[in-house]
């Protein structure tokens, strides 16, 4: 009896120490798994909406927040009544807890820039622009209060590598575009290179900001899509000679791990090439919407497309390995639920 006691002792031991080796085992399985720089972006949020998404957003422990444009909806141009809305935002709940808890950036589209689809016609954009910095809480001495359009660069440094954060306008100096007479579509892509997107000033300041970069990756903010071209509404495509100057600008600048954010489609999707010159894919994920999405989404060509497309309420997050070099780029809903990932090494 006594030796069947000590036998039974030595098994609860043995088996104590195996379930201690597999926990220590797991624990560093997930500190090596742990992202070296956490980032999130979202874009189109009703002011007058509750967002459900920011305590996911938070669930992710990113340091930085990017807006991708429509933080507010107020088609307007009436800046008293545009102030409005950015306070209602300013005070959303959740709101608070990113602001305190990250660092805050981020481009406008058309709702929060004034006008629906709106360009360089704007009559009140030089306003509008002094509104969505105050609301970004741009110092009042920062050279981004005197220039024309609200693009600028900031390189987030950490102690394993650095991110060049490219943030572009696609509002301020965006020429007209060509209505469609095809019933499906908005807009069919201007005629004989007519028409900018970014206009010469940023076009200059891009070219500059990506040549001299020597940033581990380089992420361009961008409001509307740029690989995505054939859905017929706002897009790069419109203007077929600005994708492919982008693309060629990119490409010289020989750039690392460049990744382009869009917003503007109430979808989420991935869009994936390969470009010459190029020894990486280009990938321009969008994220969109976070109060309000295209639920009835039932399909639309994209030949770049690479997965499937989120229709629901989504953000997307991205994590960064610099001694790998890989991009972990997620789409997150409601519950923090992952949606779809994909991820890149560069």
Request: proline share 3%; net charge negative.
């Amino acid at each position: 009896m006594k030796r069947l006691i000590i036998l039974f002792f030595l098994l609860i031991i043995s088996v104590g120490c195996k379930t201690k080796e597999k926990q220590e085992v797991k624990t560093i399985d997930e500190q090596s798994t742990v992202p070296d720089l956490v980032i999130a972006f979202g874009s189109c949020n009703m002011h007058n909406v509750e967002n459900k998404l920011w305590d996911d957003v938070l669930a992710n422990d990113p340091t930085h927040w990017i807006w991708g444009g429509d933080v507010i909806y107020s088609d307007t141009d009436d800046m008293s009544l545009m102030a409005q809305h950015y306070a209602i935002q300013m005070a959303q709940i959740g709101y608070d807890d990113i602001r305190t808890q990250t660092e805050v950036h981020g481009t406008w589209d058309d709702h929060d820039y004034g006008l629906n689809d709106g360009g360089l016609e704007f009559v009140a954009k030089v306003e509008s622009q002094q509104l969505f910095l105050d609301f970004l809480e741009v110092p009042e001495n920062s050279e981004r209060r005197n220039r024309e359009g609200i693009y600028y660069a900031k390189t987030i440094t950490t102690e394993k590598g650095r991110i060049n954060l490219i943030v572009l306008d696609t509002r301020y100096f965006r020429t007209a575009l060509t209505p469609s007479a095809d019933p499906d579509k908005r807009y069919d892509p201007n005629p004989d290179e007519e028409g900018t997107i970014l206009g010469d000033a940023q076009w200059t300041w891009l070219e500059k900001e990506l040549n001299t970069s020597k940033a581990d990756f380089n992420l361009i903010v961008s409001s509307i899509q740029v690989l995505s071209t054939e859905h017929g509404f706002e897009t790069w495509g419109n203007m077929p000679h600005e994708v492919e100057k982008l693309k060629k600008v990119i490409s010289a600048s020989e750039a690392k791990g460049v990744v382009i954010l869009s917003g503007d489609r109430h979808i989420s999707e991935f869009s994936k090439t390969t470009m010459q010159g190029l020894n990486y894919p280009l990938i321009d994920f969008t994220s969109s919407g976070m109060t309000h999405s295209y639920s009835s989404f039932d399909g639309e060509p994209n030949k770049f497309r690479h997965g499937d497309v989120v229709s629901d309420l989504s953000f997307g997050v991205l994590k960064f390995n610099f001694e790998a070099k890989t991009i972990n780029m997620q789409m997150r809903g409601d519950d923090n639920i992952l949606q779809q990932e994909l991820t890149q090494t560069y």
